[in-house]
């Protein structure tokens, strides 16, 4: 305690009482989840018990704080993650200091069309509390959220929720997370009694029960663990000495000697293996309830503050190499902008995490990812959708900026003069599409404003124009995402659309080496145009995107023509050439042509380089790619053979099966073009008691049989092979 205190005389707090914390008393987390798991409900109960809240919020009844807006509570969904600060008292000192804790909390969506939420709050977090579903532990989305989180190297604790409704299964589901995600996983809480026996938990730490009467319970009545219970305890509460004795000296010598370790010691032990990112405690129970403050003292006692991590890294823009940053009040400002929303009231709101140095309402600052200042007008601190003006912002804060024109999603601001650039945040590419038109001409101008704040605000919302058709185009990671778009648009934008059916985001790409010529002339009477390049394409691995090279030698084509070549490769890319799909996964290689004195122009050899690549696509074998989906189906079993038997007709590829909180789970892969209209079909076939979980895995080669469909429907005519 004294390394704690000796730290906190350095540290500069924040001037208004409920901010007057120091960095070691903060926590910047998430709450992330399969969806229906209970994220929303989890983050109700601890607003409820940090007395954020005064009468906890219900999803069912539409009146939870995180989920305020009008469709996530009409839907009963996450779509917008939402951040909201609370505030904890840690009771005694264990593995931190007692006292007063600021919690900043994010509340993510489970489904997997807005996983663009989950990717970016991921990003700028310290810590994560990992929400299961107690009946069927790890289900589709929890791995990939659990790979987000891998990803970012953010640390988490586990929650299994819902062990009080049928089908709970505490030691299936831990059996779940140590198997699907591969993590070195124990439970500190494990629960008394499961289904409608449920009744508290069992602290493994200080090994004592505490129950509950009653949901609304605001207290739990400590006992000792009741005698059917102790063994289990006993079991568990050994698994986690050994699991995590290796994370502290004073731990692993008491193990060693066969001794128990003092409970805060076996809690610093816990909390270093958190923040290594190697260890994850298990909390066992039902969130709805007042177990929800052990859930609260794990927060703070394992979680890391944003000084437990090692200084923030970035590249210096002028000398292009690797710089740090101290997570410090005193150190040069940097920031990410994680999050664009727009408010009907201040408008253009641009949420930003401070990692160092303070930011400050009127500051110049500098937008290092951009290359260009900025001008802090407001800055805001957050509670979902109330808003509360500040002065200024300090390291390990989380905020939104009001003024800042140029910054969007992924953008680090710094001060000027030191500049740095974090690591941005990516994004899944869409999987689906949609035709758009606005329903009247007064509509036309405002549709183009609306869906240009919408993409602003939703890195995988994209918008492009179809060329031939003069179609407006619309892009996202699923039906529902683009539905809940298009009725933002009525709802905050006035603005009446119509959409055509959706359409599968395919890919076009190409088998082998192809060599292909562009040559254009034109000439006018007075100067004319002239622009001749020859292009060699070569296929890459899948993912590996777009890679354009030059090999001219002798000049046979000038410097400057060479970037507009590239220009116009990328342009006819993004309508491609078999079926107005985008192109993908090849690189461009230009290595001769000609050029004249006088009529070469950029524009010109920016149409050669568009010629020259249609015409090497035709002859490199190309084909058609088209979005693979995972698929997880929970069926009764009794309708499994149908269930299969339905899917095998839609070209998917059935994995395996298993049981799971008395249901039967069916895991398969399938191409989306054959999923249009499948969770109506699957409540038909099994009488509405199967549901289905579908999530975008990867890009494979459509069928030549199906491909030449696909073009045929598009109007294009078949390209010859070869």
Known sequence: MAEVAKKKAAIVVTATKDRNVSYEKIRNIGIIAHIDAGKTTTTERLLFETGRTYKQGSVDEGTTVTDWMAQERERGITIVSAAITAFWDLKEDSSVEAGHYRINLIDTPGHIDFTAEVERSLRVLDGAVMVFDGRTGVESQSETVWRQADKYKVPRICVLNKLNLIGADFEGSIKSIRERLRANAAPVIIPIGQEHEHRGVVNLLTMKALTFKEISDHALTEEEIPDELLDMAKKYRAELIEKVSEFDDEALNAYLEGKEPDINI???????????????????????????????????????????????????????????????????????????????????????????????????????????????????????????????????????????????????????????????????????????????????????????????????????????????????????????????????????????????AYKETIKKIGQGEGKYIRQTGGRGQYGHCLLRLEPLGRGEGFEFKSEIKGGAIPQEYISPIEKGIKEKMENGVMAGFPMVDLRAIVYDGSFHEVDSSEIAFKIAGSMALE??????????????????????GEYMGDVIGDLSSKRAQISGSEEKGGETVIYAVAPLSELSGYATKLRSLTQGRARAFVEPSHYEEVPSHIAAQVVEKSGKVEMPRG
């Open 266 to 504: 076996l809690k610093r032990a816990i909390r270093k293996g958190v923040i290594s990112g190697k260890f994850f405690p298990v909390f066992g129970g039902d969130n709805r309830t007042a177990e929800s403050q052990l859930l609260l003292d794990g927060v703070v006692e394992f979680l890391p503050s944003p000084i437990d991590l090692p200084p923030v890294e970035g590249i210096d823009t002028k000398t292009n190499e690797s710089v740090t940053r101290e997570r410090k009040n005193e150190a040069p400002l940097s920031a990410l902008a994680f999050k664009v929303t727009t408010d009907p009231h201040v408008g253009r709101l641009v949420y930003v995490r401070v990692y160092s140095g303070t930011l400050k309402a009127g500051q110049e600052v500098y937008n290092s990812t951009k290359q260009k200042g900025e001008r802090i007008g407001k800055l805001v601190l957050l509670h979902a959708d109330q808003r509360e003006l500040i002065e200024e912002a300090y390291a390990g804060e989380i905020v939104a900026v009001v003024g800042v024109k140029e910054t969007s999603t992924g953008d680090t601001l710094c001060e000027i003069g030191h500049s740095i650039v974090l690591e941005s945040i990516s994004f899944p590419e869409p999987v689906i599409s949609l035709a758009i038109e606005p329903a009247t001409k007064s509509d036309q101008e405002k549709m183009g404003l609306a869906l240009g704040k919408l993409s602003d605000e939703d890195p995988t919302f994209r918008i492009k124009s179809n060329l031939e058709t003069g179609q407006t185009i619309i892009s996202g990671m699923g039906e529902l995402q683009l539905e809940v778009l298009v009725d933002r648009m009525k709802s905050e934008f006035n603005v009446e659309a119509t959409t055509g059916a959706p359409q599968v």
């Open 615 to 636: 015409d090497a696509f035709k002859k490199s074998d190309p084909i058609l790619l088209e979005p693979i989906m995972k698929v997880e189906v929970f069926t009764p």
